[in-house]
Nanobody, 122 residues
Framework: QVQLAESGGGLVQAGDSLRLSCKASGRAFKNYTKAWFRQKSGHEREFVASIGWSGNMNYADSVKGRFTISVDNAKNTVHLQMNSLKVEDTAVYYC????????????????WGQGTQVTVSS
């Protein structure tokens, strides 16, 4: 079993940076694909970024060049560095782990955190 806990969300202005963290319990975490998804108000949860156990990464087109996913296996933590934030990045951000299948699909993941709110003002 793996439990995930996100932190680092908050209210920032457009153009600012924010770093999200997801702390995991369980030794198996390091072998899983990890990802960040987000859910905007009134929308479906959408893929943001993923990193596989070998380090291969995927990003949504909307965040490429602005967001960076990284993992600290020693601390069982995955981060999402978000730069040049835009108003449209406002959402609840969720950490996920253990992809079975495509890493960009919500249905691939078995473990989810509770989410952290990111609000970007103009």
């Amino acid at each position: 079993q793996v439990q995930l806990a996100e932190s680092g969300g908050g209210l920032v202005q457009a153009g600012d940076s924010l770093r999200l963290s997801c702390k995991a319990s369980g030794r198996a975490f390091k072998n899983y694909t990890k990802a960040w998804f987000r859910q905007k108000s009134g929308h479906e949860r959408e893929f943001v970024a993923s990193i596989g156990w070998s380090g291969n990464m995927n990003y949504a087109d909307s965040v490429k060049g602005r967001f960076t996913i990284s993992v600290d296996n020693a601390k069982n933590t995955v981060h999402l560095q978000m730069n040049s934030l835009k108003v449209e990045d406002t959402a609840v951000y969720y950490c996920a782990a253990q992809a079975v299948g495509s890493p960009v699909l919500r249905s691939s993941y078995g473990y989810w955190g509770q989410g952290t709110q990111v609000t970007v003002s103009s």
